[in-house]
Each structure stands twice: as C-alpha cells, then as structure tokens.
C-alpha cells in the first residue's frame, strides 16, 4: 500500500523546497513501485505561482488520509498572516498523519498551527532567531540540517529538505533504496541531520549592540577559555541575562557559538597546513587537539586531519 505524501503550497512558495523533496519521493517510487503517492495542496486549489514565478498545479487542501504532511517555506512567512483555514488544515491533516514536516521556512506554518511547541526544530539560520521569538513554546536549534523530534520532522535551507526525505525514504523503504536515490539525485548519501549548516557565525549581525559586543570579544580573546561569565561581562549584562538575550538574538547557546566560532576561524588554517594541529588547538583556546577534533566532528562532520588531506587533494 503507497504512502501519502501531502505537500502543503502557496503564493509566493520557495520552488525548490518543492521540487528537491518531490524529486526524492519521484526516485524511490521508481524503484519501489507503489510506494509513494504524491499531491500537491493548496489554500483555494489551482495553479499556484511559485516565487520564482513558475506556477505548480495543486488541489484544494481538504482533510484526507495522509501518511506525511509536508509544509514548504517563503522567506516572506515571519510576517505573513496565516489564515484560519490555513491552520485548520494542518491541524487537522497533522493529527492523522504518521509524520509532519516542514522544509526551511515551512515551520513558520507549522509554528502558527501550534504543532510544534514542546518540540526541537530547526529551519533556516538566518531565521532561527526569529522563530524562537515568535513561538516561544519550541525549541529552535538553529545549527541543523534536519531534526526528527518524534513525529515532527523538520529541516534548513532548501537543499537540506532532500536530506531529510532521504531519511524517511530509509526509515519506510531501506537504507540500500535511499542510497540508491542519493544516487540518482547526485547528493551526498546522506549528511548526518546533526551535521551543522552552512558557516553564518562570522557574519553574524544580532540586533543587540551588547551581544555584538561579546561576540567581538569573543573573537578577539579565542585563546581564553571565554566561559559564559566572561561573555557575559563583556555583555554588561548578568549571566542568566546575556543567556537569555545571546539565545534570542543568535537562536544559540553561548557556548556552541564559541565552539563553532572556534571552528570556523580554526578551519582556513588547518586547511593551509603550515602550523600543526595541536599549535592551533592552542592558540585557539581548544586546549587540545582531541578537543578540536570533536569540535570539528560536531561543527563540520570531518575531523581537522581528513581537512587536511582532503585540502592537499584539491
């Protein structure tokens, strides 16, 4: 019996939060026949114009049998108005579903329809921030590829919601079909949903001078050890205030964005391989090189010697 695969659009709809997941699901049926059946939805049904300003053929959303319930993003979603209907129909389509996801900035959506609060979420890093201070009842992990959290699936950025259908398609079908599918699509089978997204941290702008503050301490100070104390008096705040305020405006905790700051300016020079490892571990305050090798892990998925190597490859 094929699996229900409902995908939730609507004007202005990110294209390829669409096309990449459909893809992957169009894949595995192909080789497992009759596993998927896939329809797209919409508010009022019809063609929908994507925000490229291609339009996509939808039915009009209605309560159905449905396995999965999938919502797509729009970078305009933080200050849409969701209607009434609009949530009506995720609530009621997510209570009959065996998963619910989002792609990117689809958990806005879902945020709306009050399905994700009390879970850990992820979605696009620049808006990690925001969605946390919009619904205050979810657990936003700005850093993630994809986070499965019970029946709540979501993922980041676009490219990632292939990742995280190719890790339903192994959950209902195999790991040897979502290989195969990883394949077909030319990705990489499959990014761990731990791994971390793309490098932001050193472009990091938050909105509060005294969080900019400490992040410019941070990153002028990296070979201290730079304890939430010390960040937090860099803040001119109390510890149990910078926490608070560091989590609302970077949608991280102090001490992951030190390790992943740690990372990202630790990297070009492992990379360039002219100082050893455990003089960078020094001099960026890791303390050693275990240390950096499992920030490493935890931050870009590759220990600082496969960097090297693969660096010296190119």
Not at 131 to 153: E, M, N
Not at 271 to 287: P, Q, S, V, W
Request: overall charge positive; aromatic content about 8%; charged content about 25%.
């Amino acid at each position: 019996m094929s699996r229900h695969i409902v995908f939730f659009v609507y004007p202005g709809f990110v294209l390829l939060d669409l096309s990449g997941p459909l893809e992957a699901f169009m894949a595995a049926e192909d080789l497992v026949p009759d596993s998927y059946r896939l329809t797209v939805v919409s508010p009022k049904g019809g063609s929908v114009r994507s925000s490229t300003g291609l339009k996509v053929a939808t039915e009009k959303a209605a309560p159905q049998a449905i396995d999965t319930l999938i919502t797509v993003g729009d970078f305009a979603l933080p200050e849409r108005r969701i209607t009434s209907e609009t949530i009506e129909f995720l609530r009621t389509s997510s209570s009959g579903a065996r998963r619910t996801a989002s792609v990117c900035m689809g958990t806005f959506l879902l945020g709306a329809a009050g399905l994700l609060d009390a879970h850990q979420v992820t979605t696009h890093w620049r808006y990690a921030a925001k969605l946390q201070s919009v619904y205050p009842a979810i657990r936003v992990d700005g850093d993630r590829i994809y986070i499965r959290d019970g029946h709540i699936w979501t993922s980041a950025g676009m490219t990632a919601g292939i990742d995280m259908i190719l890790a339903m398609i192994e959950e209902d079908l195999g790991r040897k079909v979502a290989h195969a599918v990883a394949r077909m699509l030319v990705v990489y089978y499959r990014r761990p949903g731990g791994q971390y997204q793309y490098s932001s941290l050193l472009d990091l702008e938050p909105g509060s001078d005294r969080i900019r503050d400490a992040l410019v301490y941070a990153r002028e100070n990296l070979s201290k050890s730079l304890s939430v104390e010390d960040l937090s008096e860099a803040a001119r705040l109390s510890v149990r205030q910078f926490s608070r305020a560091f989590a609302a405006s970077t949608g991280m905790t102090p001490a992951k964005a030190i390790e992943r700051l740690r990372v990202e300016i630790a990297r070009p020079r492992v990379e360039d391989g002219r100082e050893t490892l455990e003089d960078i571990a020094r001099r960026l305050g890791f303390g050693d090189p275990e240390r950096m090798r499992q920030s490493f892990v935890r931050v870009t998925g590759h220990t600082p010697s496969e960097l090297r190597r693969l660096a010296r490859q190119k």
